[in-house]
């Protein structure tokens, strides 16, 4: 209901209105304060790129990190991302992910990233213990937050915002009278927008998800799926990720969506897509894959940004090096 409000404005949002002013009281507050030095927070000595939003939900953050991983990787750095680890319980913080780590311990999008880039990837509620951990044991040379805009406790030196190009700002207000976890000034303040489908403005840049073939939760095989299928989705925003099956020619039969980092019972989701193929994110695959069904897969994609944005961003990550003499 409440994110149903989020995305139009009615007479019921204003019953939210002390609540929202409360929270942009706080907000302002607690980010002045990081400005003005009153609250510490923590200068990595390799330079920090943020990949964030001011929206709540799913806008398409970690697509952005895997192209920013694979990007500085064939530019010659040795990049690592932190993430908190949302929906995860790991066994220590900061928490260095490993061939076996599960989601239940670090949370379904760093292991997915860690599966699918194979770089150091660590998770703490504390950015900064993560970024200490990968500099001084992994060697990194540059660091990737990912969901980080907020986190003021962990200084950066490029901000990138993502933004669902089809929701975007929903009715505009603050939470929980909006979607927004900061006023929209914020997003002149970041080094770019990414605009993530729908239609880019002209100061924003522009970002297509490109899928890949299938592959099977169990084997990671390729396949092509044809006929009647079922698809599961418990991502920020589900319709997105069902909307492009529908896209790309499959015929739905259920379209279950769940709560963003939901944990699966096992059982249920074997008796519900027990019929059909079933087709999912990659995201919830890494949740899935030690009791999927020979017939579930996940749908891979792959962010697809302009030349001239990365050429861009690599230029002022090297002067950024220049400028800290790495």
Sequence with gaps: MIEWLWYRRSWINWLFAPLALLFALLTT???GLYRAGWIRSYRAPVPVIVVGNITVGGNGKTPVVLWLVDL??????RPGVVSRGYGG?????PYLLHSAATAAEAG???VLIYQRCGCPVAVAPKRASAVQLLVEQCGVDVIICDDGLQHYALQRDIELAVMDGERRLGNGWLMPMGPLRETPSRLRQVMAVICNGGQARPDEIKMS???????????????????AVDALAGI??????????????????QQVAYADHQQFNAGELQQRFALRP?????KDAVKCRDFALENWWYLPVTAQLPDKFATRLLAQLKELRHGTGL
């Design 89 to 93: 319980k790991a066994p220590h913080y």
């Design 236 to 253: 920020g925003y589900p319709p997105r990720f069902f909307n492009s099956l529908l896209q790309q020619g499959y015929a739905l039969n």
């Design 108 to 110: 379904d999008e760093p």
């Design 209 to 227: 998800l490109q899928p890949a073939p299938l592959r099977n939760v169990r084997t990671n095989h390729v396949a092509i799926i044809t006929g």
């Design 29 to 31: 507050a607690r980010r």
């Design 278 to 282: 079933l087709i999912m994110t990659e």
């Design 72 to 77: 500085l990787t064939k530019a010659g750095y």
